[in-house]
T-cell receptor, first 111, second 113 residues
Framework: NAGVTQTPKFRILKIGQSMTLQCAQDMNHNYMYWYRQDPGMGLKLIYYSVGAGITDKGEVPNGYNVSRSTTEDFPLRLELAAPSQTSVYFC??????????FGPGTRLTVL | GQSLEQPSEVTAVEGAIVQINCTYQTSGFYGLSWYQQHDGGAPTFLSYNALDGLEETGRFSSFLSRSDSYGYLLLQELQMKDSASYFCAVRVVGSGNTGKLIFGQGTTLQVKP
């Protein structure tokens, strides 16, 4: 099993550009999450999903959108990128147990 | 609101024991988790406490006191590879079956030879 995979690993965006961060898991987990981590800080929940077709906002959803058309995939869309969105983005999944499995992260810089 | 407090940095020597504390203020509480993150890496799950008391897993133990809104992670026989950031995270009432977590800001542990 590959676990949780994320692409791309790194990306530089210009202000106002848009992009989609990809996340996939092969563990058949219903629960998936998107977090951002700013330098020296903890993880903040952006959006989450409890199953295909069901998504909801987390603590910091502004400027982002998600979709969940399949159990495996949970892409995160950034519209009109801003410097404040410079961060490391982690995707995670869970079977509903107390353990979340994290992907390797996407390092995004907005200039 | 919800908040978690943990020390920003801890330093210890190889072979020693270190305790990383976490206090939380939440509107409700299911349990306390701990995650480890090496520099530049993904967080990995260490432990979860829903009930009061100590849970032991090898060199790592985690403790919870619900009445004191307090928990800690205890690392024994420290090794250089334990140098990492450690995050406490609470699963709060109202998260239902979503498994949503609120993370602390992390404690950076530096293990010295």
């Amino acid at each position: 099993n590959a676990g949780v995979t994320q692409t791309p690993k790194f990306r530089i965006l210009k202000i106002g550009q848009s992009m989609t961060l990809q996340c996939a898991q092969d563990m058949n987990h219903n629960y998936m999450y998107w977090y951002r981590q700013d330098p020296g800080m903890g993880l903040k929940l952006i959006y989450y999903s409890v199953g295909a077709g069901i998504t909801d906002k987390g603590e910091v959803p502004n400027g982002y959108n998600v979709s969940r058309s399949t159990t495996e995939d949970f892409p995160l869309r950034l519209e009109l990128a801003a410097p404040s969105q410079t961060s490391v983005y982690f995707c995670a999944s869970s079977s509903g147990s107390n353990e979340q499995f994290f992907g390797p992260g996407t390092r995004l810089t907005v200039l | 609101g919800q908040s978690l407090e943990q020390p920003s940095e801890v330093t210890a020597v190889e072979g020693a024991i270190v305790q990383i504390n976490c206090t939380y203020q939440t509107s409700g509480f299911y349990g306390l988790s701990w995650y480890q993150q090496h520099d530049g890496g993904a967080p990995t799950f260490l432990s979860y406490n829903a009930l009061d008391g100590l849970e032991e897993t090898g060199r790592f133990s985690s403790f919870l006191s619900r009445s004191d809104s307090y928990g800690y992670l205890l690392l024994q026989e420290l090794q250089m590879k334990d140098s990492a950031s450690y995050f406490c995270a609470v699963r709060v009432v109202g998260s239902g079956n979503t498994g949503k977590l609120i993370f602390g800001q992390g404690t950076t542990l530096q293990v010295k030879p």
